[in-house]
Protein backbone atom coordinates (compact mmCIF):
# COMPACT_ATOMS: atom_id res chain seq x y z
CA UNK A 1 0.00 0.00 0.00
CA UNK A 2 1.25 3.70 -0.95
CA UNK A 3 2.59 5.21 2.22
CA UNK A 4 2.16 2.11 4.39
CA UNK A 5 4.67 2.24 7.23
CA UNK A 6 5.12 -0.08 10.30
CA UNK A 7 3.54 0.97 13.91
CA UNK A 8 3.88 -2.00 16.09
CA UNK A 9 5.24 -5.69 15.49
CA UNK A 10 4.66 -8.07 18.57
CA UNK A 11 2.85 -10.91 20.01
CA UNK A 12 0.26 -11.92 21.82
CA UNK A 13 -3.41 -13.80 21.13
CA UNK A 14 -6.41 -13.33 19.34
CA UNK A 15 -10.11 -14.44 18.66
CA UNK A 16 -12.92 -13.46 16.31
CA UNK A 17 -15.88 -13.24 18.09
CA UNK A 18 -18.69 -11.99 15.92
CA UNK A 19 -18.76 -13.23 12.05
CA UNK A 20 -21.20 -11.08 9.78
CA UNK A 21 -22.90 -10.01 12.54
CA UNK A 22 -23.38 -13.71 14.22
CA UNK A 23 -21.70 -14.43 17.64
CA UNK A 24 -19.49 -17.25 17.77
CA UNK A 25 -19.89 -19.45 20.61
CA UNK A 26 -16.54 -21.46 20.07
CA UNK A 27 -13.97 -18.41 21.21
CA UNK A 28 -10.46 -20.50 20.90
CA UNK A 29 -7.40 -17.66 22.01
CA UNK A 30 -5.05 -17.89 18.72
CA UNK A 31 -1.28 -17.26 19.62
CA UNK A 32 0.51 -15.24 16.98
CA UNK A 33 1.95 -12.03 15.92
CA UNK A 34 0.04 -9.28 15.93
CA UNK A 35 1.50 -6.93 13.22
CA UNK A 36 -0.14 -2.28 13.08
CA UNK A 37 0.96 -0.40 10.15
CA UNK A 38 -0.74 3.42 9.38
CA UNK A 39 -2.91 1.13 7.24
CA UNK A 40 -3.89 -2.23 8.25
CA UNK A 41 -3.79 -4.52 11.62
CA UNK A 42 -2.72 -8.42 10.53
CA UNK A 43 -3.03 -11.07 12.80
CA UNK A 44 -0.93 -14.16 11.87
CA UNK A 45 -0.37 -17.41 12.83
CA UNK A 46 1.50 -20.69 11.57
CA UNK A 47 -1.86 -21.19 9.72
CA UNK A 48 -2.58 -18.30 7.85
CA UNK A 49 -3.53 -14.29 8.42
CA UNK A 50 -6.27 -11.90 8.80
CA UNK A 51 -5.83 -8.19 7.60
CA UNK A 52 -8.22 -5.75 8.67
CA UNK A 53 -8.25 -2.70 7.16
CA UNK A 54 -8.02 0.65 9.75
CA UNK A 55 -10.68 2.43 7.50
CA UNK A 56 -12.92 -0.36 8.26
CA UNK A 57 -12.80 -0.16 12.19
CA UNK A 58 -15.96 1.82 13.72
CA UNK A 59 -15.13 0.87 17.48
CA UNK A 60 -11.97 -0.30 19.62
CA UNK A 61 -12.40 -1.10 23.30
CA UNK A 62 -10.29 -1.72 25.69
CA UNK A 63 -11.01 -3.64 28.29
CA UNK A 64 -9.55 -5.82 30.98
CA UNK A 65 -9.34 -9.47 32.02
CA UNK A 66 -13.15 -10.95 33.01
CA UNK A 67 -14.11 -14.53 33.75
CA UNK A 68 -15.14 -15.72 30.62
CA UNK A 69 -12.01 -14.31 28.91
CA UNK A 70 -9.57 -15.37 31.75
CA UNK A 71 -6.65 -16.77 29.51
CA UNK A 72 -5.57 -13.17 29.08
CA UNK A 73 -4.74 -10.28 31.59
CA UNK A 74 -6.68 -7.31 29.43
CA UNK A 75 -8.12 -7.44 25.33
CA UNK A 76 -9.14 -4.74 22.95
CA UNK A 77 -12.03 -5.22 21.26
CA UNK A 78 -12.19 -4.15 17.50
CA UNK A 79 -15.24 -3.95 15.86
CA UNK A 80 -15.46 -3.64 11.65
CA UNK A 81 -19.17 -3.67 10.31
CA UNK A 82 -20.67 -6.74 11.26
CA UNK A 83 -17.16 -8.55 12.55
CA UNK A 84 -15.31 -8.14 15.31
CA UNK A 85 -12.05 -9.47 16.86
CA UNK A 86 -10.53 -9.82 20.90
CA UNK A 87 -6.92 -8.78 20.60
CA UNK A 88 -4.71 -8.95 23.33
CA UNK A 89 -0.67 -7.76 22.92
CA UNK A 90 2.17 -8.26 24.46
CA UNK A 91 2.98 -4.88 23.97
CA UNK A 92 -0.91 -3.77 25.17
CA UNK A 93 -0.10 -0.25 26.03
CA UNK A 94 2.08 0.65 22.42
CA UNK A 95 -0.38 -1.10 20.75
CA UNK A 96 -3.31 0.52 22.01
CA UNK A 97 -1.81 4.41 21.83
CA UNK A 98 -0.20 3.42 18.18
CA UNK A 99 -3.84 2.38 17.18
CA UNK A 100 -5.61 5.29 18.67
CA UNK A 101 -2.90 7.74 17.60
CA UNK A 102 -3.07 6.53 14.02
CA UNK A 103 -6.69 6.41 14.17
CA UNK A 104 -7.71 9.71 15.71
CA UNK A 105 -4.78 11.57 15.46
CA UNK A 106 -5.64 15.22 12.86
CA UNK A 107 -8.99 14.48 12.82
CA UNK A 108 -11.36 17.38 12.69
CA UNK A 109 -14.61 17.31 14.96
CA UNK A 110 -16.99 19.98 16.48
CA UNK A 111 -16.21 21.03 19.78
CA UNK A 112 -18.07 22.96 22.25
CA UNK A 113 -15.45 24.36 25.41
CA UNK A 114 -16.43 24.77 28.32
CA UNK A 115 -20.11 23.85 27.54
CA UNK A 116 -20.09 23.38 31.44
CA UNK A 117 -18.02 25.24 34.25
CA UNK A 118 -18.78 23.87 37.67
CA UNK A 119 -21.62 22.18 36.83
CA UNK A 120 -22.82 25.78 34.99
CA UNK A 121 -24.05 25.87 31.79
CA UNK A 122 -21.90 28.30 29.76
CA UNK A 123 -22.17 30.13 26.58
CA UNK A 124 -19.41 28.25 24.60
CA UNK A 125 -21.00 27.50 20.77
CA UNK A 126 -19.75 24.65 18.13
CA UNK A 127 -16.62 25.49 16.72
CA UNK A 128 -14.52 23.35 14.63
CA UNK A 129 -11.48 21.53 16.24
CA UNK A 130 -8.45 19.02 15.46
CA UNK A 131 -7.52 16.47 17.92
CA UNK A 132 -3.71 15.74 18.25
CA UNK A 133 -2.44 12.50 19.83
CA UNK A 134 1.10 12.41 20.86
CA UNK A 135 2.15 8.50 21.75
CA UNK A 136 5.71 10.12 23.84
CA UNK A 137 2.47 11.86 26.11
CA UNK A 138 0.50 8.60 27.39
CA UNK A 139 -3.02 9.04 27.82
CA UNK A 140 -3.55 12.94 26.55
CA UNK A 141 -5.21 14.63 23.74
CA UNK A 142 -4.63 17.59 22.38
CA UNK A 143 -7.62 19.70 20.94
CA UNK A 144 -7.09 23.02 19.13
CA UNK A 145 -10.28 24.40 18.53
CA UNK A 146 -9.98 27.14 15.82
CA UNK A 147 -10.98 30.17 17.89
CA UNK A 148 -7.57 29.75 19.37
CA UNK A 149 -8.15 28.13 22.29
CA UNK A 150 -6.18 24.82 23.41
CA UNK A 151 -7.73 22.13 25.54
CA UNK A 152 -5.69 19.56 26.92
CA UNK A 153 -7.52 16.33 27.59
CA UNK A 154 -5.77 13.81 30.15
CA UNK A 155 -7.85 10.59 29.65
CA UNK A 156 -6.95 9.69 33.76
CA UNK A 157 -8.68 12.55 34.94
CA UNK A 158 -11.91 11.81 32.90
CA UNK A 159 -14.75 11.56 35.33
CA UNK A 160 -17.81 10.71 33.29
CA UNK A 161 -19.03 10.08 29.82
CA UNK A 162 -22.29 10.53 28.18
CA UNK A 163 -23.23 9.82 24.77
CA UNK A 164 -25.97 11.27 23.13
CA UNK A 165 -27.87 12.16 19.88
CA UNK A 166 -28.32 15.77 19.48
CA UNK A 167 -29.52 18.74 16.77
CA UNK A 168 -26.56 20.44 16.48
CA UNK A 169 -25.83 23.11 13.71
CA UNK A 170 -29.40 21.73 12.20
CA UNK A 171 -28.13 18.44 11.97
CA UNK A 172 -28.87 15.50 14.52
CA UNK A 173 -25.40 14.01 15.13
CA UNK A 174 -23.65 12.01 17.62
CA UNK A 175 -22.35 13.46 20.82
CA UNK A 176 -19.76 13.10 23.35
CA UNK A 177 -20.10 15.09 26.64
CA UNK A 178 -16.73 14.68 28.44
CA UNK A 179 -16.36 15.66 32.15
CA UNK A 180 -12.68 16.63 33.29
CA UNK A 181 -11.08 19.62 34.84
CA UNK A 182 -9.22 23.01 34.14
CA UNK A 183 -7.19 24.48 36.66
CA UNK A 184 -8.63 22.03 38.93
CA UNK A 185 -12.17 23.21 38.23
CA UNK A 186 -14.63 20.68 36.69
CA UNK A 187 -15.46 21.25 33.25
CA UNK A 188 -17.34 19.56 30.09
CA UNK A 189 -15.97 19.62 26.23
CA UNK A 190 -18.77 18.15 24.41
CA UNK A 191 -17.37 16.89 21.06
CA UNK A 192 -19.59 16.17 17.96
CA UNK A 193 -18.54 14.15 14.57
CA UNK A 194 -19.13 11.68 12.16
CA UNK A 195 -20.82 8.96 13.67
CA UNK A 196 -17.76 6.91 13.53
CA UNK A 197 -15.31 9.41 15.05
CA UNK A 198 -17.33 9.55 17.92
CA UNK A 199 -17.84 6.39 18.34
CA UNK A 200 -13.70 5.93 18.63
CA UNK A 201 -13.18 9.16 20.78
CA UNK A 202 -15.91 7.15 23.46
CA UNK A 203 -13.78 4.02 23.20
CA UNK A 204 -10.50 6.52 24.10
CA UNK A 205 -11.99 9.04 26.84
CA UNK A 206 -13.96 5.71 28.38
CA UNK A 207 -10.91 4.05 29.69
CA UNK A 208 -10.56 7.15 32.28
CA UNK A 209 -14.13 6.70 32.78
CA UNK A 210 -13.97 3.12 34.02
CA UNK A 211 -10.26 3.75 35.98
CA UNK A 212 -12.36 6.99 38.00
CA UNK A 213 -15.81 5.12 38.10
CA UNK A 214 -17.81 5.62 41.14
CA UNK A 215 -18.19 3.00 43.50
CA UNK A 216 -20.83 2.84 45.93
CA UNK A 217 -19.48 5.05 48.53
CA UNK A 218 -21.18 5.86 52.19
CA UNK A 219 -20.74 9.95 53.12
CA UNK A 220 -21.97 12.02 55.76
CA UNK A 221 -23.72 14.61 54.91
CA UNK A 222 -21.01 16.81 55.64
CA UNK A 223 -19.06 14.76 53.41
CA UNK A 224 -21.12 15.73 50.59
CA UNK A 225 -21.34 19.26 51.23
CA UNK A 226 -18.12 19.84 50.74
CA UNK A 227 -17.61 17.17 47.63
CA UNK A 228 -20.81 19.61 46.09
CA UNK A 229 -18.86 22.80 47.50
CA UNK A 230 -15.63 22.13 45.37
CA UNK A 231 -17.35 20.44 42.41
CA UNK A 232 -18.88 23.82 41.70
CA UNK A 233 -15.81 25.59 42.01
CA UNK A 234 -15.62 27.02 45.91
CA UNK A 235 -12.16 27.44 46.35
CA UNK A 236 -10.78 25.19 49.26
CA UNK A 237 -9.81 27.87 51.30
CA UNK A 238 -13.77 29.03 51.62
CA UNK A 239 -15.14 26.10 52.27
CA UNK A 240 -15.78 26.58 56.06
CA UNK A 241 -17.75 29.68 55.38
CA UNK A 242 -19.46 28.26 52.49
CA UNK A 243 -20.60 25.05 54.35
CA UNK A 244 -21.01 26.89 57.75
CA UNK A 245 -18.55 24.12 59.22
CA UNK A 246 -15.54 24.72 61.36
CA UNK A 247 -11.83 24.95 59.86
CA UNK A 248 -11.14 21.94 61.94
CA UNK A 249 -14.07 19.81 60.87
CA UNK A 250 -13.35 20.66 56.83
CA UNK A 251 -9.90 19.61 57.61
CA UNK A 252 -11.14 15.97 58.75
CA UNK A 253 -13.58 15.90 56.16
CA UNK A 254 -10.41 16.50 53.55
CA UNK A 255 -8.32 14.07 55.59
CA UNK A 256 -11.47 11.24 55.10
CA UNK A 257 -11.89 12.05 51.35
CA UNK A 258 -8.15 11.82 50.71
CA UNK A 259 -7.66 8.57 52.46
CA UNK A 260 -10.77 7.41 49.91
CA UNK A 261 -9.45 8.76 46.75
CA UNK A 262 -11.62 11.41 46.34
CA UNK A 263 -9.50 14.59 46.70
CA UNK A 264 -5.71 14.99 46.36
CA UNK A 265 -3.21 17.54 47.77
CA UNK A 266 -2.03 19.99 45.96
CA UNK A 267 0.18 22.15 47.69
CA UNK A 268 -0.68 23.01 51.22
CA UNK A 269 -2.81 20.86 53.78
CA UNK A 270 -6.02 23.19 53.04
CA UNK A 271 -5.94 23.14 49.48
CA UNK A 272 -7.36 20.01 48.16
CA UNK A 273 -9.01 19.77 44.32
CA UNK A 274 -11.25 16.99 43.42
CA UNK A 275 -10.39 13.27 41.77
CA UNK A 276 -12.19 12.08 38.96
CA UNK A 277 -13.81 9.96 40.84
CA UNK A 278 -14.99 12.32 43.72
CA UNK A 279 -16.61 14.37 41.04
CA UNK A 280 -18.23 11.75 39.74
CA UNK A 281 -19.61 11.75 43.13
CA UNK A 282 -20.36 15.18 43.46
CA UNK A 283 -22.03 15.08 40.25
CA UNK A 284 -24.21 12.31 41.25
CA UNK A 285 -25.08 14.22 44.36
CA UNK A 286 -25.89 17.52 43.05
CA UNK A 287 -28.37 15.54 40.42
CA UNK A 288 -30.14 14.08 42.91
CA UNK A 289 -30.86 17.87 45.38
Known sequence: MSGEHALVDTKGKFVQVVTDGRKRNDIEWLPGRILL?????????????????LSKLTSVTASQMNQQLAQVDGYVKLQ???????VSAA????????????????????VKHPALKGGVVQEATWEKARFKIDEEQDDTVNIAISSGTFVELDIDDVGTVEQKQKEIRGQERPLLEVEHTIDGTSVETHISGSPRHVSLIG?????????????????????????????SGISPFKIPDFVDMDIDEVEAVYDRLMEADILEP??????????ARGRSIAGDAIADQ
Open 37 to 53: SNKRLVLATNDGKRTVP
Open 203 to 231: GLVRQGEQRNAADDVDLSDEETQVLMALY
Open 266 to 275: VRTRREVQLE
Open 91 to 110: AAEKFESALYSTLLDQIVVL
Open 80 to 86: AGRDAWL
